[in-house]
C-alpha cells in the first residue's frame, strides 16, 4: 500500500517544469515590425513628421520590451525533486510507525483464535506428556506449594486419584490448614478409597467446618461422610443447613431436599419392595458403551458416571461406579458396595432404573452437554449382563 501511494505522487513530483511556450513573444515581435514598416511608411509619404515618427517608434519599442519581460518563462526549480526524496523517506517511516502501535503483525500470519476456529484440544497422551514434565519438576522443587496444587488437579483431571492424593499431601504439608487444600486432599483420598470419606477424608472436611462454617462444599461431603457412617441424623442436619445456603430452586438445592426426604423418611424408603433380596449382596451386571455418533464430543479423560437410582422417589444414586470415556466400551457390575449411604442401597429395591452419565467437568449434578443413557427399568439381580448405550445429549 506505500508503494502504491508512492506511485501515484511521486511521478508527478519526479518531472522536470515544463519550458512555457514562447509563441507568445514571437507574435508581440511580428506585430512590432508591422507597427514599425507602418511608421517608416507613414514618414516616407509625409503623413508624419521627424518627431512623431520617432515619438511612436519610442513608445513601440518600450511597449514591446514590457511585452517581452512578462513572457520570459520563470527559471526551474529542483523543489520538486527534494519533495520526492522526502516523501519516500517519511511515508514509509511514518506507515511503520502507525503500524506498529496500531496494528497487529501476528495478522500476517494469524492465529486460529483471531480466525474464529477454535483450536484443536490436546490429546490425552499430550496431557500425560505434559503432566509427567510437571511431575519431574516438582521432584526438583519439592517447595514449590502451588506447584503441587497444580500436580494434584492434573493427576485429579486424568482420573489418577492415588497420585493426585499424594501431590495434595505435599501442599497441605505447605500450606497447613488452608480450606481448599483440605478439601481438595479430602476429595482425592476418598476417589482413591471407592469415593469412601471416612477416615482421614472425614476429619480433613471437619477441620474445614471449624474454620469456615457455612462452607457449601464442606456441607455437602461431611454430610456424605456421615451417612457412609451410618449417621443418618447428623447428616441430615448438616444437609438441612446446606439446603437454606444453596440458591432456592436450583437444581443443587433440589437434590440436597430429595437427599433429606430420603434420610427423613428412611425408615419406610429403605423398606425393600416384593421381590427385594432383602439381607442379600444385591448386584447388576451392565455393559456400558458410548454411541459411535457421540464419540466425537466426548474427550478421552471425561468422567463417566454409571450408577442405579430408585424408580420414584430421591434420586440419589443407589451404587455408583466412575470411569473414563477411555474405558468405554466396558462391563461394570453395581453391587451394595458401592453404595453412597448405608441406609439405602441395591438390595432395597426390587427393580432400578440404570444411568449413564459423561461429564467434562465431573460435577455430581448433571449438566447442559452432558451425555447420557439408560435403562428405563431393570430388576435387582438380572443376570442378562444388558447393554446400556449412552446416545443422549442433556439440554
Known sequence: MVALALAFILPPLWRQPPVADDDAGQRNLTIARQRLNELNEQLQAGALTQADYDSQRGELELALSDDLAADKPPSAKPAGRWLAYGLVLVIPLVSAGLYARLGSFQAVEPTPEMLGVQPSAPSLADIEKMVGKLAARMQANPDDAEGWLMLGKSYKYLQQFPKAAEAFQQAYRLLGDQPEVMLLYADALAYAND??????????????????????????????????????????????????????????????????????????????????????TASITVQVSLAPELQKKAQPSASVFIYAQALSGSKMPLAIVRKTVADLPLTVTLSDAQAMMPSLKLSDFAAVKLLARVTQSGAAIAQAGDLVGSIESIAVGDHTHPTLLINGVVK
Open 195 to 280: 469415593e469412601q470419606l471416612v477416615g482421614k477424608p472425614a476429619a480433613l472436611i471437619a477441620k474445614v467446618l471449624a474454620l469456615q462454617p457455612d462452607n457449601i462444599s464442606a456441607l455437602w461431603l461431611s454430610g456424605r461422610a456421615k451417612a457412609q457412617a451410618g449417621d443418618t441424623a447428623a447428616a441430615a442436619r448438616l444437609w438441612r443447613k446446606l439446603a437454606g445456603l444453596l440458591p432456592p430452586g436450583s437444581p443443587e438445592q433440589q437434590e440436597v431436599q430429595d437427599m433429606l426426604a430420603q434420610i427423613e423418611s428412611s425408615p419406610n424408603a429403605a423398606r425393600p419392595s416384593s421381590g427385594a433380596q432383602t439381607g442379600q
